[in-house]
């Protein structure tokens, strides 16, 4: 695991900091040639790869999981994972509610009225990944969020297993959050299937929610085609930790962070106790890491993307902060607000020693769709938001016409467009 010190390291962090998440030409190349088989062979080229990819016998056009098996995975769920699913969705749900738009009308005497509607978008699919696990979490941090747009129908695509359904828990938690079709189909192909539409599957506006790199590169590249949230990447967090802080606690929250998959990172910056500091808590790291069920994942994780940063001074733990962009920000310091406050970048901030990143991943109810890779510095988390578009409606009356048909002229005029100037005196005479 990487120690450094900034500014002597900074350009090595940089480096690091900016290694491109980029697609391999092979990993591109068979997205696309995915995406060509579904839109040449619709149902057909999907059922033969989900056989090829999830090794699953799912007939062409028979993708839906039935209303009935959805409710059996709930009602098989044990007691005490249906009160936290059913705990997760009312928390998620009353923060989303406050993220609510309304459309608003601008009337103008003289001219007339101009109105911006808000509208949801008629269909989006959920992805929820399937594969080395499941996520209910995800789906219900994918779907409330929808629900709470008015979107018209939601559809989740989750990959089946060998026996051809999909993990249990994935459907107790679509139970749960009110989607209105499940349907088995994943990877790359399940993308691809909702951007172009299919015999049996409906096309969709948009597609969300978290994959593997070939889910992330057919979002990638059909978008346009649809409307994805984000490209998203290994998952990550960063963990500001002064002097004072609980290095037992900043440790355990990287190995949350780490036992996620290989590719995780994990990572902390330190204020105060130099390169010393920065050993015991390597060192503690490695002991925690040895009593747990995953610390195969958790120590490849570590050796590949884990660091720590060993700096001086409050600002300069901001700079990096705001360089890296991170996905998730924890702040274990004297005065974590204070900090906090002074952070552009970051998908979501964690503040204070008691707010471990597991309260914004489950139950705290703002979302942990996040965007990650460094991009939280121009994508924002998923919201109600995502699940709006914007349409503007213009009506002037003959006076406000008129009144503004000079300006109106000379414009077209000067871009050399004189039919729309034509469209204008025609209406004056």
Known sequence: ???????????????????????????????????DQVR????????????????????????DVPA?????????????????LRTARRRIEAFHRTQKLKGWTLR????????????????????????????????????????????KEVILMTPPGRDGWPDARTLAAAHVAGVDRVLRIGGAQAVAAAAFGTAS????DKVVGPGNIYVATAKQLLYGQIDIDSIAGPSEVLILADAVARL?????????????????????????GGRRRA??????????????????????SLRANGFIIVVRTPAQAIEIANLKAPEHLEIHTEAPRDLADQIH???????????????GDYIAGPNHTLPTGGTARFFSPLSVWSFYKTSHVIESTPQGLAALAEPMVALAEAEGLTAHAEAVRRRLV
């Open 108 to 151: 103008e005497p003289g001219f007339g009225r101009i109105d911006q509607r808000v509208l949801p978008l008629q269909r989006v699919a959920v992805y929820a990944p399937g594969g080395k696990a499941a996520y209910p979490s995800t789906v219900l941090m994918d779907v409330v969020p929808a629900r709470v747009a008015g979107v």
């Open 40 to 63: 040449r062979g619709g149902d057909r080229a999907v059922a033969r790869l989900t056989r090829r990819y999830d090794g699953a016998r799912v007939r062409a056009g028979d993708f």
């Open 345 to 359: 970048n970051a998908g979501a901030i964690f503040v204070g020693p008691w707010t471990p990143e597991p309260v």
């Open 279 to 300: 050993e015991v808590l390597r060192a503690e790291l490695q002991r925690q890491a040895s009593t747990l069920p995953r610390r195969a994942i958790i120590n490849r």
């Open 248 to 272: 037992d606690w900043v440790a355990a929250d990287m190995l949350a962070q780490a036992e996620h998959d290989e590719d995780a990172l994990a990572g902390s910056v330190l204020i105060g």
């Open 68 to 84: 009935g098996r959805l409710e059996a995975a709930w009602n098989a769920t044990p007691a005490r994972l249906k009160k936290a």
């Open 1 to 35: 695991m990487r120690i450094w010190t900034w500014p002597r390291d900074r350009r090595a962090i940089e480096r690091f900091f900016r290694r491109a998440e980029a697609v391999s030409a092979d990993i591109e190349g068979g997205v696309r040639g995915i995406i």
């Open 201 to 204: 599957i409906p096309r969709v």
